[in-house]
């Protein structure tokens, strides 16, 4: 096993830019996940069904980052 971490980010970057940026990413780093993320401010905002699932989802990474953390 290596000691190479994880890292994830989300940047917002111009259209444009993004294959040529993977591109560049991909030469300097070994990636392990890419994937660009839809918009869904609109649905978000529109949507009771939407805004409780995406609750969920933040409940579920929250509870388990804390068991993460405890059991390290």
Same mark, same amino acid.
């Given at each position: 096993?290596d +000691?190479?971490?994880? *890292?994830n980010?989300?940047?917002e970057?111009?259209?444009?830019d993004?294959?040529s940026f993977? &591109?560049?990413? %991909?030469?300097?780093?070994? *990636? *392990? ?7 869904t401010?609109?649905?978000?905002e ?9 609750k &969920?989802v %933040?409940? @579920?990474?929250? @509870? %388990? +980052? ?5 059991? %390290?």
């Amino acid at each position: 096993m290596d +000691d190479n971490i994880k *890292v994830n980010i989300t940047l917002e970057i111009n259209p444009l830019d993004v294959v040529s940026f993977e &591109g560049w990413l %991909r030469d300097q780093l070994k *990636v *392990v996940d890419f994937k660009i993320l839809p918009d869904t401010t609109n649905l978000y905002e529109s949507d009771p069904v939407f805004q409780k699932m995406c609750k &969920g989802v %933040r409940d @579920a990474q929250k @509870a %388990r +980052d804390k068991y993460y953390n405890e059991k %390290r």
